[in-house]
């Protein structure tokens, strides 16, 4: 069964509405978790990792002030897009780590198809 | 820094046969994990295989086994007898042990399995 939960799936909203989307670890505390933008026909691009209980790590050319990152607890992190315009449009994954080992996997949520009208 | 390279695009299998999709890495590091990733078109990221830098025997998963040359730097990932449901983007991945539990990723395979 899925252990990352993300929600929602699907966003459509117009221009200069912001967005959240939830990153949930189930069964299992994250205290670091990791957020991806992926457009058509690319490879997912990290944009931050997540820290429980800290601020945000950003990749270089990611705004932070447009990607708002909140990790307030060891099961929950959120993204949110702030005044979303057209150009943000893509598809958002999270991931998590359980935190088991070098060998175990990052597990990702089901990624959330976000469209700015 | 780390280097995923994946240089097949997109590639064509015929349904029951074998295929290979092509990963190099480029890394510093002595100590870091593979993985393989599928995505199939409704988006969700899945977990394949993973190999590690020190493992001396390759990883095997079911159908899925990865073919590691480590003094190439390759891990390339064997599927045998392909099924239809094989059809996906493929993604090979990188951890290194001194850069946390970040993964570095390729740029993908589209494999199209035919009947």
């Known amino acids: 069964g899925a252990v990352v939960s993300q929600h929602p799936s699907w966003v459509i909203c117009k221009s200069g509405t912001s967005v959240k989307i939830e990153c949930r670890s189930l069964d299992f505390q994250a205290t670091t978790m990791f957020w991806y933008r992926q457009f058509p026909k690319q490879s997912l691009m990290l944009m931050a990792t997540s820290n429980e209980g800290s601020k945000a790590t950003y990749e270089q050319g990611v705004e932070k002030d447009k990607f708002l990152i909140n990790h307030a607890s060891l099961t929950l992190s959120t993204l949110t897009v702030t005044s979303a315009h057209p150009e943000d449009s893509s598809f958002y994954i999270c991931?998590?780590?359980?935190?088991?080992?070098?060998?175990?996997?990052?597990?990702f949520g089901d990624g959330t198809r976000l469209s700015i009208l | 820094a780390q280097k995923i390279t994946q240089t097949q695009p997109g590639m064509f299998v015929q349904e029951k046969e074998a295929v290979t999709l092509d990963c190099t890495y480029d890394?510093?590091?002595?100590?870091?994990?593979l993985f393989w990733y599928k995505q199939p078109s409704s988006g969700e990221m899945i977990f394949l295989i993973y190999q590690g830098s020190y493992d001396e025997q390759n990883a095997t998963e079911g159908r899925y086994s990865l073919n590691f040359q480590k003094a190439r730097k390759s891990a390339n990932l064997v599927i045998s007898a392909s099924q239809l449901g094989d059809s996906a983007m493929y993604f090979c991945?990188?951890?290194?042990?001194?850069?946390?539990?970040?993964?570095?990723f390729g740029g993908g395979t589209r494999l199209m399995v035919k009947p």
């Open positions: 890394t510093s590091d002595q100590s870091y994990g």
């Open positions: 991931s998590a780590h359980l935190n088991r080992g070098p060998n175990q996997p990052q597990h």
């Open positions: 991945a990188m951890r290194s042990n001194n850069a946390g539990n970040m993964l570095t």
